[in-house]
């Protein structure tokens, strides 16, 4: 059975992370729902770089919060992992495999290329100084141990 808890109320800064994550959401179902319509099924379509949101999972579990993100392909310096006490921020680069100024011809178009920028508030204070993230096998996950307060954000290093 999978429950949601309530979250803290959001102060300003976390309100405006929490709208764009909503606009983002919204823009890639869009883009879901009307990207793919095309007048025949074997019509071509170019190459474009997009902005994405790859799948996340976050929990709490012992006193920790687990954020888990999907993302194969990558490797760990084409990460980069920030938090502060009560945001996560996540982004990255997927490089296209062609070159620079190259447009080929797609017959079908389902994986992301461009970048990805994921920030979202944390439903508890975690201790920024004692935050890990490892990428292995096509996911990172970020392991956030709770903490009452520790307002100093800085740079994860992903391993």
Not at 126 to 149: F, R
Request: with cysteine; proline share 7%; net charge neutral.
């Amino acid at each position: 059975m999978l429950t949601v808890k309530e979250r803290r109320p959001l102060g300003r800064r976390s309100m405006i992370s929490e709208l764009e994550r909503i606009h983002n959401l919204v823009e890639n179902l869009m883009g879901e729902v009307f990207g793919g319509l095309t007048p025949s099924s074997h019509t071509t379509t170019s190459y474009s770089t997009t902005t994405w949101l790859p799948p996340m999972n976050m929990w709490v579990e012992n006193n920790t919060l687990y954020c888990e993100i999907f993302v194969p392909g990558l490797n760990k310096e084409q990460l980069e992992v920030n938090v502060t006490e009560d945001t996560l921020t996540i982004n990255g680069t997927f490089k296209s495999p062609w070159a620079e100024g190259t447009t080929p011809t797609f017959y079908m178009y389902e994986y992301p290329f461009g970048s990805f920028y994921r920030q979202v508030s944390l439903p508890f204070s975690v201790n920024t100084q004692n935050v890990q993230a490892k990428y292995e096998n096509g996911v990172l996950k970020v392991t956030l141990p709770l903490l009452t307060s520790n307002p100093q954000g800085h740079k994860v290093k992903i391993s």
